[in-house]
């Protein structure tokens, strides 16, 4: 669909409506502009008239259209021919012997094993509510395969605001609530790197006399915008919140009425739990000043007109779920809630995407799944290569085939060492939907090539503003590429599960969307949604507005009706049922800190989201190499110097990065990129090597920041051994020429190496 209201556009190209796919809470609309000769589309910007995107995009989706046209991408169906592994070969196929391979592996597991040993895994690859999670679910239900618990990222998080307001949020997100909120609080929040479109609204809050509380234990791009930055230890964010609270209460600052009239448990929280959170022990706890701690609460105290966005890297230590009832339990302290700015959240994915009619979406009733066992994505490295599911419990029968889409467990899940394991076992099959050449394609048997956002029509709901976005294909697929609603359809049709007059897999994706749609019913949010004037106009704010979730006078959607301090149905679990602090397992306080001293934090990077965007070759170049970021007073106790390459490791594993020298890092802590992709790593995995697949504490989210290790100069045989890997100088520089991301580049033999010396400190 050409625009013509939005953007001018010569003869001979027309303007079309994009919604960014990937997992950030901004979801940004897009407006792409195609040559219609050609077919290729050949520009890309944010859309001026979103009130969120406001016409810019972020630094990585900026690079979008080398996202589509890459050296790196899967255009067609492949066969590994030789072994798994890295280095791994492959030869073109075509679809039907694609399919016919993996159907007939489906077909003889389940006359061998049962549904059962059939695994899929999928995650983020794409937001889209289509590609996420529609025809994949009714496939995978038909079939009666093992279930997914799909918590690697946000569960902890997700479960701590359903066991205190239920399926509830603010009626605005960041960006609204910034232009009417007097105190802006970013927890454990890098918005500059993780959800730039709020930047802006919080620079104007700023300018007319809000002020900005930025709490992270590192320094970022996000802290550096701050009017005070707060720096607690990793992991006693829950003491922090608790402390505030007890301030508040002891000024007598807090809104007795609200407490009375909105919750419940508030008289239990105040009476028996706050007396434990002196100010003397909290700042010894998280290790900031008394002073600070009271001076913090008392500016949160005094005003309503707060608002508190966290994010989900607290949702990844051992103790996160109660962190995240702490926090979410502070503006209910102050009465915040009143004011339309005020409350606080994780974001509001909880509303936009799970207050539909899933069964509509998913079809249960297409088999007993429900029935079936259910694997946690963030243990799939034991289960794979142990044979161990939920509890210790043996899988029996194991997993004898395995089905990977929108993700790269290679390089995301915990136990990295464990998944690889697992993956390279000679009785398990693989199939893998991609888009491009993962490291998890390295195991695989069959790779299936998967298209982009460019080339599919799927709906977006954000989790970081309340704006559902549209999204059509403006390109044909490229290659044989295939969406992955279609991918399930196909396979749908080889399992012979279109055989009667159900519709649940020739439902078109445009229907899908218009069920969803219609959902009103169930879901508020889409009341006055129309599907023509959203399909016209690429986007549309949900409707918090309506009577129905008017909270405070209707009601609060948990059992009691109210807002639950007190959670009876974390006590049946047998879970404090009041927010409390329990030092974290490897963590600040964990006694194993005396063997690996340093708590390792592997936050999201800037140029990367997870593993999407590695395969871009400018972003790539950009995040040149891994880094380690350390105190300067860790650094120098390890004679490390700013640059040199470092070996990071635990009694679980090893990796390999670069020291950046971070001044205002508190001591302690070392921080290096998440999902970072492992074959572009000394070693060949990333920091998920060092992690286990510890769960945390309600909510089984995984424990990527309960990790303590150690870091010291990596050793004069491992820059020999990567040197020896690349053939010397020689073997090196003609790496580099080969690179396609070099290809304009001119530069002498010595130049490339004078750049080498420097990205690659002390191997050459």
């Known amino acids: 669909m050409a625009v013509s209201n939005k953007i001018e556009v010569a003869e001979g190209f027309s303007v079309h409506h994009v919604v960014c796919p ?27 008239t979103h009130p969120i995107t406001r016409g810019h995009l972020c630094n990585k989706v900026n690079h979008y259209l080398d996202f589509v046209y890459n050296d790196n ?9 030789g072994p798994k592994g890295p280095g791994a070969k492959f030869k073109r196929i075509s679809w039907d012997e694609a399919l016919t391979t993996i159907t007939d592996n489906f077909k003889q597991t389940i006359e061998d094993y049962g549904s059962e040993a059939i695994q899929p895994y999928s995650y983020s690859g794409t937001m889209g509510m289509v590609g996420y999670w529609t025809m994949d679910s009714r496939f995978w239900n038909k079939m009666e395969a093992a279930r997914l618990e799909q918590s690697i990222c946000i569960y902890a998080a997700m479960w701590a605001g359903l066991h205190t307001y239920g399926m509830a949020h603010a009626n605005t997100s960041i960006h609204e609530a910034a232009q009417e909120a007097d105190l802006i609080i970013l927890w454990g929040t890098n918005l500059v790197s993780t959800g730039v479109h709020a930047i802006p609204f919080i620079r104007e809050a700023q300018e007319r006399g809000a002020k900005l509380v930025v709490i992270d234990p590192r320094e970022t791009r996000t802290t550096m915008m701050a009017d005070w930055h707060i720096q607690p230890r990793p992991g006693t964010d829950a003491a922090l919140a608790l402390g505030m609270m007890k301030v508040i209460v002891d000024n007598n600052l807090h809104d007795v009425e609200f407490l009375k009239e909105q919750t419940v448990g508030w008289k239990a929280l105040i009476d028996k739990k706050l007396p434990e959170y002196t100010l003397e022990k909290v700042a010894k706890i998280t290790g900031v000043k008394a002073k600070d701690i009271e001076k913090f609460a008392l500016e949160y105290g005094s005003t309503k007109k707060s608002v508190i966005r966290a994010n989900y890297g607290l949702n990844r230590h051992q103790n996160s779920g109660q962190m995240s009832r702490a926090i979410l339990t502070l503006p209910c302290i102050t009465g915040a809630w009143r004011e339309k700015c005020g409350g606080a959240g994780f974001g509001n994915l909880e509303e936009m995407w799970l207050r539909h009619d899933l069964n509509k979406l998913h079809r249960p009733d297409l088999g007993e799944r429900g029935k079936k066992r259910q694997i946690s994505m963030v243990q ?13 419990e043996q899988l029996d029968p194991p997993i004898k085939s395995m089905f990977i889409y929108n993700s790269d467990p290679a390089n995301c899940a915990p136990n990295t060492n464990g998944v690889r394991k697992g993956l390279m076992r000679d009785d398990l099959f693989v199939g893998i939907h991609e888009t491009f050449w993962t490291d998890s394609c390295n195991y695989a048997d069959i790779v299936l090539p998967a298209d982009t956002q460019l080339e599919r029509m799927d709906l977006v709901a954000t989790y970081g503003n309340w704006y559902y976005g549209m999204n059509e294909p403006v390109i044909e697929p490229l290659g044989e590429s295939v969406r992955n609603s279609e991918m399930f359809r196909k396979l749908a ?13 020739t439902q078109t994706d445009e ?48 059992p009691s009706g109210k807002i639950e301090i007190y959670s009876a149905a974390l006590k049946k679990q047998g879970i404090d049922p009041l927010p409390s602090y329990v030092p974290e397992i490897e963590g600040q306080e964990d006694p194993k800190r005396k063997q690996f001293p340093l708590q390792v934090l592997s936050c999201a990077s800037h140029y990367f989201i997870g593993d999407s965007f590695q395969s871009v070759p400018r972003l790539q170049a950009m995040m040149s190499r891994p880094t380690v970021e350390l105190n300067p007073k860790d650094a ?34 070392c921080n290096t990129q998440k999902q970072f992709k492992g074959s572009n790593t000394y070693g060949g995995v990333n920091i998920n090597a060092l992690n286990s697949e510890m769960l945390t504490d309600f909510g089984n989210s995984p424990t990527f920041y309960s990790c303590l290790a150690e870091v010291e100069l990596a050793s004069d045989q491992v820059k020999k051994d990567i040197l020896d890997k690349w053939g010397g100088k020689a073997g090196y520089i003609q790496r580099w020429r080969d690179d396609p991301k070099n290809k304009d580049i001119k530069a002498t033999d010595a130049q490339i190496i004078a750049a080498a010396k420097k990205v690659h400190q002390g191997i050459f």
């Not at 407006?31 to 000769?37: H, N």
């Not at 899967?74 to 021919?81: A, S």
């Not at 049709?493 to 897999?505: E, H, I, L, S, V």
Request: proline fraction near 3%.
């Open 380 to 392: 799939i490295g034991r289960a794979l290569s142990d044979n161990i599911g939920y509890d210790g």
């Open 73 to 81: 991408r899967v255009l067609y169906p492949h066969k590994r021919v």
């Open 493 to 505: 049709d080889k399992m012979g599960y279109n055989d009667t007059d159900d519709n649940a897999f």
């Open 636 to 669: 120098k106790k390890r004679s490390i110097t700013d640059g040199d390459l470092c070996r990071i490791y635990n009694d679980r594993g090893e990796t390999f990065a670069h020291a950046v020298i971070i001044k205002k890092l508190i001591s302690g802590v």
């Open 22 to 48: 990937h997992d950030c809470p901004d979801s940004c609309s897009m407006l792409v502009t195609k040559d219609d000769t050609t077919g290729k589309a050949i520009q890309i910007q944010g859309d001026p």
């Open 511 to 558: 229907e899908i969307i218009r069920d969803i749609l219609v959902d009103d019913t169930v879901n508020p949010l889409m009341e006055g949604i129309d599907y023509e004037e959203l399909k016209a106009n690429g986007w549309a704010r949900a409707n918090t507005g309506t009577s129905r979730r008017d909270f405070l006078n209707q009601g609060w959607p948990t």
